[in-house]
């Protein structure tokens, strides 16, 4: 019986090669993109109901030779051409092509009514999750216009709720449309790190426009003019005040100019007023708060005796998104000087860790004294283990995952390529963990650590606002002074007015090295 209905699929292919007894012509493509496709009636009907029903009623038109004609502009002629194949021989090999094709596929198909094709197409683009969310963006349009995709839709809610920031990062980020952008921003904006929104909306802004040239610091003020405007929807679903103050230097401030002034001032006060915003870590992590990253700041502090240095925490994997092989770690983390690394244990609040001054590298043993391990507390910050290198010859091993101290390692995570870790006490001071032995890992993560020395300045950058100046000696009188130019220098956290108005001893609005006039 297979052998028959496999000569049958042949013969029915055949037909459709050769056009013979074709009674039905079918235009598909829009102009000038078009192909007129002869078939067979009673092929169509059988396969699909689709055509059963198109060819029961008035969908159609008979030519006076008795040739039926169906006109199908939303469907490509590449997609529809691999379709009917499919309809004649009942055989087809999605792995022939890209995703974006079978994407494609799986619409169509959809409205002809394959069911079973359908179901076939949707479980195989579901075994490959790495192309699905590298063309996150299509994905996203095809689950919100075609909800029926049920298994399809479920991925893409479960995949952006645990990481709404694979939209940013797909390949195709560039194609997704305004409103939809809007919307994830809206939604997840105190999960995605504010900095990486901002670089990704000027990446997409160029692909919006042909005017814009892809090297920013080429542009014009018409070009920042055009981008200002492209960008201007999305800028209250920014979350400025927590971008550190080093990225607003690089990132943020070359672009001031498409600003509404009043905002940015607004923006600008809050690194001149939060008079720890030069301590604070910004950091992208799953796993550890700011507060927690500006305590492991203070502990590598007191390994490397430099007190006045800041940190900024640049994350290499993460993973629950790079994976847990000690291929993977090795691939984004080695040769990237200081690192420390993070692990959430398992069903539990437990934070374990280490710090790493050296280079990750396939070099067996690494020889220092400023590594340390620790544990944190996920809600209880002051329940913390310090552990400092006791061994300097055994700090670090470097040819596995992260692995600080010898023999069975105080601290060991990715062990074998599975989300495993051990803690034992060897190379170290003390034990991090209250017992001995292998624990399960939820997720962990690599961060580079960025040495800061100086603080970033605002330099001579006039903003013609109108301020207003609380002269202190007055009891609270306050006065528009629009006519004068104050100038502030930031010295530590102290701004100092370069000229007091009426013994004005303390001037609010003055910000970083900013002229106001």
Request: proline share 3%.
């Amino acid at each position: 019986m297979f052998g028959l209905w496999k000569l049958s699929s042949e013969d029915f292919y055949h037909l459709l090669e050769s056009g013979e007894f074709a009674d039905t012509e079918i235009l598909v493509g829009e102009e000038p993109n078009t192909k007129i496709f002869k078939a067979h009636s009673l092929i169509l009907t059988t396969r699909s109901k689709y055509f059963r029903t198109a060819f029961s009623n008035d969908w159609i038109r008979t030519e006076d030779n008795n040739i039926i004609t169906l006109h199908k502009p939303n469907i490509s002629v590449e997609v529809f051409d691999i379709l009917i194949k499919f309809i004649y021989s009942g055989v087809i090999k999605l792995s022939d092509y890209d995703i974006r094709t079978n994407v494609a596929v799986l619409i169509a198909a959809d409205e002809l009514n394959l069911n079973e094709f359908c179901e076939h197409t949707e479980k195989f683009l579901l075994n490959n999750e790495r192309s699905l969310k590298h063309n996150f963006v299509l994905i996203q349009k095809t689950v919100h216009q075609l909800s029926q995709f049920e298994k399809l839709t479920q991925f893409y809610e479960t995949s952006i709720n645990k990481d709404p920031s694979l939209i940013l990062r797909a390949n195709d980020f560039v194609t997704i449309q305004q409103d939809a952008l809007i919307h994830v921003l809206s939604e997840y904006n105190q999960r995605l790190n504010p900095i990486e929104v901002w670089d990704k909306l000027i990446e997409w802004a160029i692909g919006q426009s042909n005017e814009l040239p892809k090297n920013t610091k080429e542009w014009t003020n018409n070009e920042m003019t055009i981008f200002g405007t492209i960008i201007n929807p999305f800028i209250t679903h920014i979350n400025f005040e927590k971008i550190s103050l080093t990225n607003f230097c690089n990132n943020i401030k070359p672009f001031k100019d498409i600003f509404d002034k009043e905002f940015y001032v607004q923006i600008l006060e809050h690194y001149s007023f939060n008079a720890h915003s030069k301590f604070k870590i910004d950091i992208d992590s799953k796993i550890i708060t700011p507060s927690h990253a500006f305590l492991l700041g203070n502990l590598i502090k007191m390994t490397n005796d430099n007190q006045n240095c800041t940190f900024e925490f640049q994350l290499l994997i993460r993973g629950s998104r790079d994976g847990f092989t000690v291929r993977n770690f090795h691939k984004n983390c080695d040769e990237k000087g200081r690192t420390i690394t993070i692990a959430s244990v398992k069903n539990s609040d437990e934070i374990v860790g280490g710090y790493n001054p050296l280079d990750w590298n396939p070099k067996c043993e690494g020889k220092t004294g400023e590594c340390f391990i620790f544990s944190l507390d996920k809600k209880e910050l002051e329940k913390f283990v310090f552990s400092k290198v006791v061994d300097e010859n055994h700090a670090v091993y470097r040819n596995r995952g992260p692995d600080f101290g010898e023999k069975t390692s105080d601290l060991r995570l990715i062990e074998g390529d599975a989300k495993k870790g051990q803690c034992h006490k060897n190379s170290y001071e003390k034990l991090i963990r209250q017992v001995e032995g292998v624990f399960e890992i939820e997720d962990y993560e690599v961060f580079q650590v960025i040495i800061v020395n100086q603080p970033c300045e605002f330099v001579d950058e006039e903003v013609e606002v109108e301020v207003e100046v609380e002269v202190n000696e007055y009891n609270g009188y306050e006065e528009y002074y629009e006519d004068y130019g104050y100038r502030g220098y930031y010295y530590e956290d102290v701004v100092t007015p370069e000229y007091d108005y009426y013994g004005a001893t303390s001037i609010s609005p003055l910000l970083l090295n900013i002229s106001l006039k």
